[in-house]
């Protein structure tokens, strides 16, 4: 075990790092993150932190560069202060979409973070739900990528199931996703439909058809962000119209660019769950479609065991398995 754990946050969630905080039993650390007049971020550990086990929370969402940059300086700034250990906590991580060339001459840019995030001192990340799981395999260091199914599991079982437990379908947003959800429904003993959709560029997708029984029962729409929401309305709307009694979705990271709160507000959704990864804008804190699910005791568990050395492989999993 290295030294006291001592928590510290940048500007891009503090509620999210509060809320975890709480459930760990400690306040956050004094830091300050700011701007220099010309713009140049400025940041200012105010604790000792020699030979302490640091934890930077901070998701690199939008403005992505400015939050990745904040993330990177404080290590940086923990690192030359003789931290023991720096785990940058990441509950959303930034450019994880660009992830492998798709064009010729495309940088593969998940890959630079990785680079840049190990350069600034970090010795250990955790993170939640990434696009693309091989990213783990960009780092020279340890990499927990959590999961909030555990959580939707019991949220979807508690709250949802239970009102239609023989008339629930799940439903894939693409084939990708459907091991996902084929996990769910197993444990949830609830049908299992694929939506068809075919992609014509970057935040661009045409859904076909659905592969599967709708009609009637509680469709629930199960995937891991939600960017601009054109797929996802475009899905509800195609769900929709096989005559379903109720439609709501789940989704870790909402993203929410452009156009997609009030494509939402817009959609045949009767309600949109999502996780506090990344914290609203005051436009979807407005949408009474969007509710959110906070993941802060999911990291606050995550962070107790690897402070003390303990398997986290038990946060993988609903508690009845």
Same mark, same amino acid.
């Given at each position: ?6 928590i ?13 905080c ?14 220099? +007049? ?11 932190v ?15 560069n400015?939050? @990745? ?5 404080m290590?940086?700034?923990c690192?030359?202060?003789?931290a023991g ?13 660009q ?12 890959? @630079? ?13 955790v ?13 020279? %260091? ?13 949220? &979807? ?6 009102r ?5 379908? &799940? ?10 959800v ?15 959709k075919?992609? +014509? ?9 659905? %592969?599967g029984d ?7 729409l ?5 960017d601009t ?10 769900v ?6 109720e &439609?709501?979705?789940f989704?870790?990271?909402?993203? @929410? ?20 990864t %990344?914290?609203l804008?005051k ?9 959110v @699910?906070?993941?802060?005791?999911i ?10 050395n ?5 946060l ?6």
């Amino acid at each position: 075990m290295h030294g006291e754990i001592t928590i510290f946050a940048g500007n891009s969630n503090p509620g999210l790092a509060n809320r975890i905080c709480q459930r760990i039993g400690q306040q956050l650390a004094p830091c300050r993150v700011g701007r220099f +007049s010309d713009g140049e971020i400025r940041v200012e550990v105010e604790q000792n932190v020699r030979g302490r086990d640091v934890f930077l929370i901070q998701s690199t969402c939008a403005p992505a560069n400015d939050t @990745l940059m904040e993330l990177l300086i404080m290590a940086e700034a923990c690192k030359r202060s003789s931290a023991g250990r720096i785990t940058a906590v990441i509950p959303y991580f930034g450019y994880a979409r660009q992830d492998r060339k798709v064009q010729p001459r495309a940088p593969i840019t998940a890959k @630079l973070v990785a680079n840049l995030l190990e350069a600034s001192g970090v010795d250990r990340v955790v993170t939640m739900d990434l696009h693309a799981g091989q990213i783990q395999g960009f780092f020279d %260091i340890p990499v927990d990528n959590l999961y909030a199914q555990p959580m939707f599991y019991r949220f &979807l079982k508690d709250e949802v199931v239970t009102r239609n437990p023989d008339d629930t379908v &799940l439903i894939s947003p693409d084939a990708g996703g459907v091991e996902r959800v084929r996990s769910y429904a197993k444990r949830l003993h609830t049908n299992l439909a694929i939506l068809d959709k075919r992609r +014509s560029g970057p935040n661009q997708a045409e859904v076909m058809h659905i %592969i599967g029984d709708a009609k009637g029962k509680l469709a629930v729409l199960l995937d891991d962000m939600i960017d601009t929401a054109g797929t996802l309305t475009n899905g509800a709307r195609a769900v929709a119209a096989t005559e379903c009694n109720e &439609l709501i979705a789940f989704a870790t990271h909402p993203v @929410l660019s452009g156009p997609a709160v009030k494509r939402i507000q817009e959609s045949p959704f009767d309600s949109v769950y999502v996780t506090d990864t %990344i914290p609203l804008s005051k436009e979807g804190e407005a949408c009474k479609k969007i509710k959110v @699910l906070t993941v802060a005791p999911i990291f606050a568990d995550a962070i107790r065991a690897i402070h003390f050395n303990d398997s986290i492989s038990r946060l993988f999993l609903p508690e009845d398995d």
